[in-house]
Every structure is written in C-alpha cells, then in structure tokens.
C-alpha cells in the first residue's frame, strides 16, 4: 500500500506542481517539501493543511485528488468537468488567475510529454 508522501508524490507531478512554489506559499523551505516526498521527514497537522490549501491554490483540484489516493478512491471524469465548471462559474478574479496558471503549467508539462508543441496554431489551421 502506498504511504502518503507517495500519494503526495503522485499528486504534485499529476498536477504540475513545483516544489518551492508550493513551499513559498506554505512558508517553510524546499527542501521540507523534499524531504516530506521522499518520506524522510514529517511536518505538523497545521502545516499540512497548509500544503494541501496551497497546492490546490496552485492547481485547483490536487487536494481532492490527492484525497482520493489516499482514500483509495477514482474520481470519474464527469465529476471533475463539472467540478471544474462550479468552480469558475463561482471563482474571482484571482481564483481564476491561479486556475489559468494552473492550466498553463499542465499544458506545458503535457506538451513536453506528449511533443505536442509541435502541433500547428489554431490561426495555421484556420
């Protein structure tokens, strides 16, 4: 069974997530988070939270993700549409600047996987 920085792991590189963004926005060092994904250390309760606030704020939809790891849980495809279509229909100016952040950071981790910045622009195809 995996342990919770596995878990934890899983979530960040699923959702683009860079260690010391998510550690600035926490307040405590890279280097806490590295050794919290690499199950060397352990943080606080409060600190924690903390990190799973913050990452959801860097990529909206990572702490529920991760909390169906741990709960050993999918989520389906259909709940995440319309989770993501709540949360914009309900989000402010600054929640959708993170989400639209959040979304490029995906785009490029996906482009780089995938080669897709190959592909041609929609003004090429048009």
């Known amino acids: 069974m995996p342990k919770i920085n596995e878990h934890f792991v899983t979530a960040m590189s699923k959702y683009g997530i860079k ?7 926490v307040g405590i ?8 994904r690499r199950g060397r250390s352990w943080v606080s309760q409060e600190t924690f ?8 704020h860097l990529s ?14 999918e989520i389906s495809r259909t709940d995440n ?8 229909e309900n989000a402010n100016a600054e929640e959708i600047e ?12 996906t482009s780089k996987q995938n080669n897709i910045s190959q ?4 003004a090429e195809v048009s």
Request: hydrophobic residues 50%; aromatic residues 8%.
């Open 29 to 36: 060092s890279a280097q806490q988070i590295t050794e919290f």
């Open 60 to 73: 909206p939809g990572s702490k529920r993700y991760f909390c169906s790891l741990m709960a050993n849980q």
């Open 49 to 56: 939270e903390s990190i799973l606030e913050n990452m959801d």
């Open 19 to 25: 260690a010391k963004e998510l550690a600035e926005l």
């Open 119 to 122: 592909l041609p622009t929609y």
């Open 98 to 109: 993170a989400a639209l952040l959040a979304i490029g950071r995906k785009w490029a981790a």
């Open 81 to 88: 549409k319309q989770i993501l279509i709540d949360m914009i």
